[in-house]
């Protein structure tokens, strides 16, 4: 999936016109759906806003977008999800 999407890293632009590079970590399925989830390279590690981003992708027609997840308990379970992988690939 990751490969339809180009390199590693993204650029995304936000509702009000910002934009963001994130660096692409992993992309699982879950639910019938297909998350990404991403690291900010724009952010300090040490920001209070850095952490893992995590994207929903849904198809219209031919083309992918990236949504953001907002429900709270979609949202838990694909981050933990994620964690597992990280911590099974080490």
């Known amino acids: 999936m990751s490969d339809e999407f180009g390199s590693d890293f993204l650029t995304i632009t936000d509702d009000d016109g910002n934009e963001y ?41 031919e083309e992918d ?5 907002d429900d709270e308990d979609e949202l838990d379970a694909v981050f933990e999800l994620f964690l597992q992988r990280l911590q099974d690939e080490e």
């Open 21 to 61: 590079e994130l660096e692409h970590l992993d992309t699982v399925e879950f639910g019938g759906n297909i998350y990404m989830a991403f690291l900010p390279t724009d952010l300090d590690e040490d920001d209070e806003e850095y952490g893992m981003v995590i994207l929903r992708v849904e198809t219209e027609g």
């Open 65 to 69: 977008y990236l949504l953001t997840v």
